[in-house]
């Protein structure tokens, strides 16, 4: 379809479908190839999930009409009309409400139909389109195997071909987001779109490390410009499938993995997220979670300088006074047991039942290990805990493995098969103390002390520890 003809179509169905606008929703949706009593669903997209809002059987004409007497909030939806295969369709304020959708399950996108709404008729039009060039793509890739090395000419050729095919599916999105300024549509094609670095930098051909040059410019430039085009004003981004999953990949993938780094840019970008409250908490809170359920001590440092800073520091402008309160007290034991610091001396039981505390035994060096056998990372944790154990036994290293569960005849039959003879131990009338006075927020969880029970890890991996221990066992 032309660019004009799109353009009188748009401003012909918004002209038609703003004067018969109705109250509430009216979304009628037929699925060729489906059996009649299929169950389909209703789906609103949020940042984290896809909730259902109905679900309906469809009739002996394959169709069901979801209605509503009150309109859908602006945002991105779904229709489930098949395992792995959904319809996505979107709301903006003011847009109509009632239309139709029809797909066939066996054509595929080729076949979605949307009549009624603009906004998502040129949505369908626009993924039929895309599904077509890929099809023509996925040709040229199956030549480009085929000619091999054989025929660079023809290969060369072919990779033109592909790249002008992306090319074309960029312009189209383009046009869309022309065609529909302010649309809830517009903001997704935006936000799903990866930030375009400049021209190559100006690095001398000849020198001999000028492709790693070249790489840490572009690293740097994404570190930079990654969300460029997230506007973070727009608290729709909350009701689409897209800013967590490009948290999570800047996070990973894009950051380098160092906690002074990561507290700089997540500084940045809530500090974007400033622009509208909704989106500003919604980050905190996720960015919060993201960090503080990491089994790196290193990360969770992070998580608490984010609830600090935007949650304990920001407090008056919060209206989750609970969550406010839950974060200042997360914050209090965060700041618990520093290095440094003597181990809290807390009392515990052996399997026979006999009471032991930290302070009653002696060693030059002891390994506090919080766990539990029905972990699945104290699974692979504990047997290497064990080697360390074996190797540094004689030279003064005591291991005081916590059972953190209640379930005693578990615990027992647990070290007594595996035969670990470290001092094994638990609190069973005030295990609720154990987590608060040693902020167990997730297990496994290690500690190392001196021999005068004074903190030198907390909240250690096994590799710190071995690491650490291969330092300060040497002269011993």
């Known amino acids: 379809m032309k660019i004009i003809t799109c353009i009188t179509t748009f401003l012909l169905l ?56 009150n309109p859908l909030p602006p945002g991105m939806y779904n229709i489930r009309v098949a395992q792995n295969i959904n319809i996505d369709f979107f709301i903006s304020a003011g847009a109509p409400q009632q239309f139709f959708i029809s797909f066939d399950l066996q054509k595929g996108v ?183 359920s990491t089994t790196h001590p290193d990360l969770e440092q992070v998580a608490v300088h984010i609830a600090e800073k935007y949650v304990v520091e920001d407090s008056s402008q919060w209206t989750d006074k609970a969550f406010v309160f839950l974060m200042v007290e997360k914050v209090r034991m965060a700041h618990l047991n520093p290095i440094g610091s003597k181990a809290p001396n807390l009392k515990f039981q052996d399997p026979a039942g006999n009471h032991i505390s930290i302070d009653d035994f002696q060693a030059s060096y002891t390994v506090l290990y919080f766990y539990n056998p029905g972990c699945d990372l104290c699974a692979l944790l504990t047997p290497e805990l064990w080697k360390i154990y074996q190797k540094y036994s004689k030279k003064g290293l005591q291991v005081l493995a916590i059972y953190v569960d209640l379930n005693r005849d578990e615990w027992v039959s647990y070290i007594t098969e595996r035969k670990y003879t470290w001092i094994n131990a638990w609190i069973p009338d005030e295990n609720g103390k154990l987590f608060e006075t040693y902020d167990l927020h997730a297990i496994p969880s290690i500690y190392l002390l001196d021999n005068k029970k004074n903190i030198i890890l907390k909240d250690a991996t096994i590799e710190q520890l071995s690491k650490k221990l291969e330092g300060i066992m040497v002269g011993d």
């Open 14 to 69: 918004s002209f038609a479908g703003g004067c018969a606008q109705e109250k509430g929703y009216n979304i009628e949706v037929h699925i060729t190839g489906a059996e009649t009593g299929a169950t389909i669903d209703l789906n609103q997209y949020t940042a984290t999930a896809s909730l259902i809002l109905d679900s309906l059987s469809l009739n002996s004409r394959r169709s069901v009409r979801f209605t509503g007497e």
């Open 110 to 292: 080729s076949s979605l139909e949307v009549k009624g709404s603009p906004e998502n008729e040129l949505f369908a039009e626009c993924l039929r389109y895309t599904d077509s060039i890929q099809q023509r793509g996925q040709a040229l890739q199956q030549q480009i195997q085929l000619l091999g090395q054989n025929n660079p000419d023809a290969v060369a050729s072919a990779m033109e071909q592909m790249q002008e095919l992306f090319e074309a599916i960029k312009a189209k999105w383009a046009t869309v987001q022309l065609l529909m300024p302010g649309s809830t549509l517009a903001l997704y094609i935006k936000s799903i779109q990866e930030p375009e670095a400049p021209q190559q930098p100006d690095i001398p051909l000849l020198l001999l490390n000028r492709d790693s040059l070249m790489q840490a410019h572009y690293a740097n430039y994404y570190k930079e410009h990654f969300f460029d085009n997230i506007d973070f004003s727009d608290e729709r981004i909350l009701n689409m499938p897209i800013l967590v999953n490009l948290l999570d990949i800047y996070t990973t993938r894009v950051l380098p993995f160092d906690k002074n780094v990561l507290m700089e840019r997540y500084d940045f970008i809530i500090n974007k997220a400033k622009a509208n409250r909704q989106v500003y908490e919604f980050i905190v809170r996720n960015r919060y979670d993201f960090f503080r």
